[in-house]
């Protein structure tokens, strides 16, 4: 009780979280977009360089679409709102003045906005994203790959869904 006390009271606590996001739909002929992400987020620091960092967030993730890849609507960008939850598995030594880390996140999120229509779109989205952090003081920046499982599009091919980077930038309190 009293190792695992001494850790639970090193405990960051609440914090701010937000960032640019780089994405694209894999395997589809589309280009990148410039989305963001901003939320919530809270950090449990644990014994031998591990923390976890669970998050809710609002995710816009997007495509330049250069083909229909569905026979709905042509477009020519894809916008997407999801409200998401990862969880950040972080491992890095304490350097004192600063901590590198290396971090691998599941995460699962719901669409709620479009820039079309739902129809056959999916809503439910999950994935992983693997990447490298830095914590410096109160702040947290963190690069990332995150891959999209599932379908994007029911009854399309299903390796056409998001991946790309996210850059995030946390304060915590």
């Known amino acids: 009780m009293t190792f695992w006390?001494?850790?639970?009271?090193?405990?960051?606590?609440?914090?701010?979280?937000g960032g640019a996001s780089f994405m694209?739909?894999?395997?589809a002929n589309t280009s990148m977009t410039t989305g963001y992400h901003a939320g919530l987020t809270y950090k449990f620091d644990l014994p031998f360089g591990f923390a976890i960092q669970?998050?809710?967030?609002?995710h816009v993730k997007g495509?330049?679409?250069k083909a229909p890849i569905v026979s709905q609507d042509v477009y020519d960008v894809l916008k997407t709102g999801y409200v998401e939850v990862p969880v950040s598995f972080q491992w890095g030594p304490d350097l004192i003045l600063f901590r590198p880390f290396?971090?691998?996140?599941?995460f699962v999120g719901y669409g709620v906005v479009n820039n079309i229509s739902w129809d056959g779109f999916q809503r439910?989205?999950?994935?992983?994203?693997a990447g490298i952090g830095l914590d410096i003081w109160k702040f947290q920046l963190v690069g990332r790959y995150n891959w999209n499982f599932g379908p994007l599009y029911s009854g399309v091919r299903d390796d056409f869904n998001f991946g790309g980077m996210t850059l995030s930038l946390s304060f915590i309190f």
């Open 102 to 106: 290396l971090d691998v996140t599941p």
């Open 24 to 27: 694209g739909i894999r395997e």
């Open 54 to 58: 669970p998050s809710v967030l609002y």
């Open 5 to 17: 006390s001494s850790y639970t009271s090193n405990a960051r606590g609440f914090g701010i979280t």
């Open 124 to 129: 439910l989205e999950y994935g992983l994203g």
């Open 63 to 65: 495509s330049l679409v």
